[in-house]
């Protein structure tokens, strides 16, 4: 069973940076966008980043010019370099793959911390 697995969360102080990192433990066929979500206490999951096959890419607008989302389709990977991180940014961040056959595939969640 494939699964997707997330690393990087952690504790960080407002206006530092943070890598998130996501990998499919087996083989995925046809993705056809890798996402993140974040997700704040007793509120639904809200998309953060999508980048789609071709390497396009769309952001909310409160991550905009801070997130950058990157892929590498050799190592079903999916990547969120955050930068000037705000206390408004914690939540559990989740990544997820969409296949072309309309798979949802979701990791575990990690845990994001900003705080003095």
């Known amino acids: 069973q494939v699964q997707l697995v997330e690393s990087g969360g952690g504790l960080v102080q407002p206006g530092g940076s943070l890598r998130l990192s996501c990998a499919a433990s087996g083989s995925i066929f046809s993705i056809n966008s890798m996402n993140w979500y974040r997700q704040f206490p007793g509120k639904q999951r809200e998309l953060v980043a999508s980048i789609n096959s071709g390497g396009s890419t769309i952001y909310a607008d409160s991550v905009l010019g801070r997130f950058t989302i990157s892929r590498d389709n050799a190592k079903n990977s999916v990547y969120l370099q955050m930068n000037s991180l705000k206390a408004e940014d914690t939540a559990v961040y989740y990544c997820?793959?969409?296949?072309?056959?309309?798979?949802?595939?979701w990791g575990q969640g990690t845990q994001v911390t900003v705080s003095s």
């Open positions: 997820n793959f969409r296949t072309a056959l309309n798979d949802f595939y």
